[in-house]
T-cell receptor, first 114, second 119 residues
């Protein structure tokens, strides 16, 4: 595997379900990110991790819970979601947090909450 | 505050036409970075180019070229002789230091321009 991978690619869940999104980067990067992409909206940064430590949480509801067990893996745990949480969730990584480094994105998980 | 404006929501061209995607940014920082990403229908954002605020040289990469003008706060992207495979959503993004966060830099995306190239 190369680059940034995400699983699953598609997920349909009910409002009472609990599920997790997984992201893995094979680039040796130190920073990882979760973004939400909804229709007609700009990409929204949700969480930022640097060397497994969360450095930013952009007022994301607690029904989204990130986990970064090591610098290569990032999870987003989901529980009691709302229909408006349906979106494309993108994971990204970069060499570190410096703004000069580009972010590399995974293919995303298309989430539908019913 | 930082802001990126991509005024063109959708553009449709016929194959082999040239097309320019506009990007205008706002920032008070003297050090910042500008990026372009391509998002094909598969969903993955693909990094295309990075420019820092001190380098106003234009860049050409094959059929792609970028025009960075600090005087007008613009970082426009031109595709020459467009092809069907260029159909995608293109995002311009601005990265600059954040004073109220431990994350150092924030990457602010525009809303994207959807480009459709038809045969």
């Amino acid at each position: 595997e190369t680059g940034v991978t995400q699983t699953p690619r598609h997920l349909v869940m009910g409002m009472t379900n609990k599920k997790s999104l997984k992201c893995e980067q094979h680039l040796g990067h130190n920073a990882m990110y979760w973004y939400k992409q909804s229709a007609k909206k700009p990409l929204e940064l949700m969480f930022v991790y640097s060397l497994e430590e969360r450095v930013e949480n952009n007022s994301v509801p607690s029904r989204f819970s990130p986990e970064c067990p090591n610098s290569s893996h990032l999870f987003l745990h989901l529980h009691t979601l709302q229909p408006e949480d349906s979106a494309l969730y993108l994971c990204a990584s970069s060499q570190d947090l410096a703004g000069s480094y580009e972010q590399y994105f995974g293919p995303g998980t298309r989430l539908t909450v019913t | 505050a930082q802001k990126v404006t991509q005024a063109q929501t959708e553009i449709s061209v016929v194959e082999k036409e040239d097309v320019t995607l506009d990007c205008v940014y706002e920032t008070r920082d003297t050090t910042y970075y500008l990026f372009w990403y391509k998002q094909p229908p598969s969903g993955e954002l693909v990094f295309l180019i990075r420019r820092n605020s001190f380098d106003e040289q234009n860049e050409i990469s094959g059929r792609y070229s970028w025009n960075f003008q600090k005087s007008t706060s613009s970082f426009n992207f031109t595709i020459t002789a467009s092809q069907v495979v260029d159909s995608a959503v293109y995002f311009c993004a601005l990265s600059g230091p954040r004073s109220n966060s431990n994350s150092g830099y924030a990457l602010n995306f525009g809303k994207g321009t959807s480009l459709l190239v038809t045969p």
